[in-house]
């Protein structure tokens, strides 16, 4: 089973595709997270929220337990300046040096720079934003 970490537009349609494989970036969290924090800024993880429908999908594909759906908080959204800071840095650091990762430095280098659209297109558009999981 594969995770892959995606963005959310808060509202129905933002008029522009958010799509970003996120795979690589999802097998990569906890490196990218201790980098983050060496670097000063929220790790990506942080701007994690998941809604009751996220939430639904998670539980059908196996990933966790009908209570938690009775238990979940509102959804979390954020503004894309906060997570263009953080994917700003992350990609200066691994263009700094892209071996940080091993072989798939280059794979979460492109799929940062795909975040770094979507989030700016957000941020043009004043829209919020999460990040949610899949595994398939």
Known sequence: MAASMYIVVEGEDPGFDTFVNGRSLARH????????????????????????????????????????LRKLPPPQWYPPADGLKTVQALLQ??????????????????????????????RDREMRWHLAVSWR
């Open 29 to 68: 969290e906890d490196a990218l997270e201790k980098l983050a924090l060496s670097l000063g800024v929220r790790p990506l993880i942080e701007f994690f929220s998941a809604d009751e429908n996220s939430m639904a999908l998670l539980i059908e594909e196996g990933a966790g337990d009908q209570e938690l």
């Open 93 to 122: 650091a691994l263009r700094d040096d892209p071996q940080q990762l091993g072989t798939e430095g280059k794979q979460v280098i492109s799929e940062l720079k795909e975040y770094a659209e979507v989030l700016e297109k957000a």
